[in-house]
């Protein structure tokens, strides 16, 4: 082969290369549908994210838009995602739904949040994630639910090279943030803040309520042990 003939078989080459190369793409939520600042849109929300994810190709990143908070409802799942950043730029928010929220085989209730087997995994801030966990605390304390059903907000499974970078993660169900069977893992500037004392509120009122039934309780007693004297 002569020079010339070598030179245009590579260039040839290189620009096959050139054209084959992968760009990373922004796979916005309101590209699938998503409806902003609608609690009532909780399920197409949902929907949305999950298409997004699916949707997601290596060096894409999964964007959740600025200056908007999005409603869900749990069931958001990613598998196998390969070089993939997920950019909390705008707020998720839980609808608190018991009836609606879905449930496992063993009746808990999946994570709000959960991706398994990825690797090169991204997820940033500055949003906020809010589990609105009020509902499922109460729930959990008068005995409706137990405490192991909760759902998580967001969960890490079975993944390598993970970053969780920036995130606020407020009043969660169960665990904010449940990394299980990861390998490197960076977590950084994550805030997590929870209501406490909501939580002592209704256990003051569980008290109260536990001491009024005592005392009716006893009181029937005694009217009973004076029927019979």
């Known amino acids: 082969m002569g020079r010339g003939a070598w030179w245009w078989a590579s260039a040839c080459v ?27 849109s909780n399920l197409t929300n949902t929907k949305a994210f999950n298409d997004a994810i699916s949707a997601a190709e290596p060096g894409d990143t999964i964007l959740i838009p600025g200056g908007k908070t999005f409603y ?9 995602l390969t070089n993939v950043s997920i950019a909390f730029e705008g707020d998720i928010r839980a609808v608190p739904d018991l ?5 496992t085989d063993d009746d808990g209730y999946v994570d709000l949040i959960a991706l398994t087997s990825c690797k090169d995994l991204h997820i940033t801030g500055p949003g906020t994630i809010d589990g609105q966990g009020k509902t499922w605390w109460n729930q959990c304390l008068i005995g409706k639910i137990s405490y192991g059903s909760r759902p998580s907000l967001l969960s890490v499974y079975y993944s390598s090279d993970v ?41 003051r009122a569980m008290q109260e309520q536990m001491r009024a039934e005592a005392e009716a309780e006893a009181e029937s007693e005694s009217e009973s042990k004076l029927e019979f004297a």
């Open 14 to 40: 290189a620009l096959a290369c050139l054209c084959g190369t992968t760009q990373s793409r922004i796979v916005s939520l309101e590209d699938f549908g998503a409806v902003p600042d609608e609690p009532e």
């Open 72 to 80: 869900l409802i749990g069931g958001v799942v990613g598998a196998n």
């Open 99 to 103: 009836d609606l929220w879905p449930q």
């Open 163 to 203: 970053s969780v970078i920036g995130l606020d993660l407020v009043n969660g169900p169960r665990f904010h943030l449940w990394l299980q069977q990861n390998e490197r893992v960076e977590v950084g500037f994550v805030n997590v803040t929870v209501d406490r004392e909501e939580v002592r509120a209704v256990k």
